[in-house]
């Protein structure tokens, strides 16, 4: 299939081995809609999804008031929920400067595919999404030749790379599955084969 090469940079890869592909466009875009639909499509084929999003701006995912909340705010650096069903862990940087996405890559431990959003200049292999009425800058295509897609609700400039339909999550999720070399067997028969 025209495109699918691999890029020129060593693809990352989590402690599990998991093959790692970014979402990226500009804002607006509809990345975070693509992500969500992804997820659910790869998850019914059996691949045990991860997913990484990257933000901007500050943010909690513990609650006023809750347990967790209140062990942060007494001045833990990293706090761990743990129950029966999930875990979550919130840690405070305080100054510290983000981690790479090559560390926190290493986080990851139980996943066949991990789909990063955002991390737009990061050298990982990246489907670009562009949608009318978003907000544009440059295509990433043009300079970043880890672009291996573009995912557009129009028709566009690719560059040499296969152009999706943005709405077409099978599509998009049998591109990527074919480019990772990952094949489901059905979520019934226990989960994936990797070719």
Do not use: C
């Amino acid at each position: 299939m025209r495109g699918m090469t691999e890029p020129d940079t060593p693809s990352l890869r989590a402690r599990s081995g998991a093959r790692v592909i970014g979402i990226v466009g500009w804002k607006n875009s509809g990345k975070t809609t693509l992500v969500e639909r992804l997820i659910a499509e790869l998850s019914r084929r059996g691949l045990r999804i991860a997913s990484i999003k990257h933000a901007h701006h500050s943010f909690d995912i513990d609650h006023a008031g809750t347990d967790s909340d209140r062990h942060r705010r007494a001045g833990a650096g990293e706090v761990l929920v743990i129950s029966r069903r999930r875990w979550a862990m919130i840690g405070e940087l305080d100054g510290i400067p983000e981690p790479p996405l090559t560390e926190v890559l290493g986080w990851f431990s139980h996943a066949d595919l991990i789909l990063v959003e955002g991390y737009k200049s990061e050298p990982i292999p990246k489907i670009e999404v562009r949608r009318t009425g978003a907000s544009h800058g440059p295509p990433l295509t043009g300079t970043d030749p880890q672009v291996i897609a573009v995912a557009a609700d129009s028709s566009a400039e690719t560059h040499g790379r296969p152009l999706l339909a943005l709405d077409d999550f099978a599509a998009i999720a049998d591109f990527i599955m074919a480019w990772a070399g990952l094949r489901s067997v059905g979520a019934a028969a226990g989960g994936l084969d990797r070719r």
